[in-house]
């Protein structure tokens, strides 16, 4: 079972039961093929999608690399969809092989600049082991998981619709953590907004990252001089990198931990601040399982 899921609460999860099937075909290349089932004790009326023969081939190449070929062959009911996401659901950009290929690409980069022990210095500044690279990454990895389940369409979260006195259509939905580790406890209200904007993804990703224009946006940082403490590198291009920031203001300083990505199709940026003592350990190496983050982001 899997349910395939847009970052936005605003298009409903895809829903799907089926078989997966991996098979070596020769001495370099693999395959792997998924196909929905028919099974008594499932409810058909619950799969509005259903898998015919999908999935990849895996071709080593014997240099380091490999190509990956992808094919999605989905049937799905027509169901209403949200009109900001309408097209780019229709025209197969939101749930297509190609989105898929990009997003298997960041995250075989991210985990070789994970594993990587010998990360150039300009891409690894301001921490000083190998360790407390991971470490950082670890729990930054771990925060960016927690804001894409947050603010999916899955039917395990109950979201309500607001509509704002500008019209915009926000979603929000409240849940309780009661003794999970890794996130605040106590109750947790997520709120969601859509807009489209006149330019491009790229300019509204470098004018979030921008530590120097932070202050137009984010209220954390109302009054306060930012600075980049970390600067840690996790794929080629610039833009995927995990940064903590120092926001010293008058009274108090706040760290903030940000995980960037961004590739072809789409961009993400997140954030949480993060306590400067338990950043501080994860920084030198220590397991960061137990730092508590809330993330925010686009």
Same mark, same amino acid.
């Given at each position: ?13 895809? /829903? &799907? ?25 499932? #409810? ?23 190509? *990956? ?5 989905? !049937? ?19 749930? =297509? ?11 075989? /980069? ?5 594993? %990587?022990?010998?990360?150039? *210095?300009? #891409? ?25 389940? %947050? ?11 607001? *509509?704002?006195?500008?019209g915009d259509d926000i979603r929000v939905s409240l849940r309780n953590n009661l003794n999970e580790q890794g996130e605040p406890l106590g109750t947790i209200l997520s709120a969601v907004s859509s807009i489209w904007l006149p330019l491009s993804h790229h300019a509204l990703f470098d004018f979030l990252r921008d530590e120097n224009r932070r202050n137009e946006w984010d209220i954390m940082s109302n009054g306060s001089t930012v600075h980049s403490t970390v600067n840690l590198a996790k794929g080629q ?7 903590? &920031?120092?926001?010293?203001? /008058? ?14 199709? !789409?961009?993400?940026?997140?954030? %949480?601040?993060?306590?400067?003592? =338990? ?7 220590? #397991? ?11």
């Amino acid at each position: 079972f899997a349910e395939i899921q847009m970052l936005t609460p605003m298009v409903a999860t895809r /829903e &799907m039961y089926f078989f997966r099937h991996c098979k070596k075909l020769n001495t370099n290349q693999w395959a792997i093929v998924d196909v929905s089932i028919d099974e008594d004790n499932i #409810d058909a009326s619950s799969q509005k999608c259903r898998k015919r023969p999908s999935g990849c081939i895996i071709e080593d190449k014997s240099n380091g690399h490999c190509k *990956v070929t992808w094919m999605e062959h989905i !049937e799905c009911q027509k169901i209403p969809i949200h009109s900001l996401y309408r097209s780019i659901v229709n025209t197969g950009l939101a749930f =297509g092989a190609r989105h898929w290929i990009c997003t298997l690409q960041q995250q075989c /980069e991210r985990l070789v600049f994970h594993v %990587a022990t010998n990360v150039p *210095v300009k #891409d690894s500044s301001g921490v000083d082991t190998l360790a407390g690279r991971k470490s950082i990454l670890t729990l930054s990895q771990r925060m960016s998981w927690s804001f894409c389940r %947050a603010i999916g369409g899955s039917r395990r979260i109950s979201w309500k619709k607001i *509509v704002s006195k500008t019209g915009d259509d926000i979603r929000v939905s409240l849940r309780n953590n009661l003794n999970e580790q890794g996130e605040p406890l106590g109750t947790i209200l997520s709120a969601v907004s859509s807009i489209w904007l006149p330019l491009s993804h790229h300019a509204l990703f470098d004018f979030l990252r921008d530590e120097n224009r932070r202050n137009e946006w984010d209220i954390m940082s109302n009054g306060s001089t930012v600075h980049s403490t970390v600067n840690l590198a996790k794929g080629q291009d610039r833009g995927n990198a995990v940064t903590v &920031m120092d926001m010293k203001g /008058e009274e108090q300083s706040v760290l903030v931990l940000q995980d960037s990505c961004t590739n072809a199709y !789409e961009s993400m940026v997140v954030y %949480a601040p993060v306590d400067i003592k =338990g950043m501080q350990s994860v920084m030198t190496g220590c #397991d960061s399982s137990k730092i508590p983050v809330l993330p925010s982001g686009f």
